[in-house]
C-alpha cells in the first residue's frame, strides 16, 4: 500500500509564491518517478512537473521559469517550488508516484490565485 499526502496549497495573490509538499510512504520502489499535475474546473488533468529518482525533471511550458520540482529520495518526499503564479494556474494539484506497473495518485491540494 503506497500512500501520498499534499500540502501546501491556499489562496495566493497573482504574482506570489507557494510552494508544495508531497510525502509519499509505504512500499516503494527507489527508482521512481514523481510528479505533479493539475486539474482546473471543466478541463482535463495535465502534467505541471516530474522528477525521477536520478534528478532528470521535465516541465510543462506553462510553467517553465516560474516553477521548480525537486525532491529529497532518502525522505521520498517531493516539493514543487511556485514563483509568479497566475490566475491560470489555480487548479487542484495532485501528487503522483510510478514505477513498473504501479501508479498512485495523492488526493489533491486546492491552488487558488487571485486578489
Known amino acids: 500500500q503506497v500512500q501520498l499526502v499534499e500540502s501546501g496549497g491556499g489562496l495566493v495573490d497573482p504574482g506570489g509564491s507557494l510552494r508544495l509538499s508531497c510525502v509519499a510512504s509505504?512500499?516503494?520502489?527507489?527508482?521512481?518517478?514523481m510528479g505533479w499535475y493539475r486539474q482546473a474546473l471543466g478541463k482535463q488533468r495535465e502534467l505541471v512537473a516530474e522528477?525521477?529518482?536520478?534528478?532528470?525533471?521535465v516541465y510543462a511550458e506553462s510553467v517553465l521559469g516560474r516553477f521548480t520540482i525537486s525532491r529529497v529520495n532518502v525522505k521520498n518526499t517531493m516539493y514543487l517550488e511556485m514563483n509568479s503564479l497566475k490566475p491560470e494556474d489555480t487548479a487542484a494539484y495532485y501528487c503522483?508516484?510510478?514505477?513498473?506497473?504501479?501508479?498512485?495518485w495523492g488526493q489533491g491540494t486546492q491552488v487558488t490565485v487571485s486578489s
Open positions: 503522483n508516484i510510478r514505477w513498473d506497473r504501479y501508479n498512485y
Open positions: 509505504g512500499s516503494i520502489s527507489s527508482t521512481n518517478s
Open positions: 522528477i525521477t529518482s536520478e534528478g532528470s525533471t
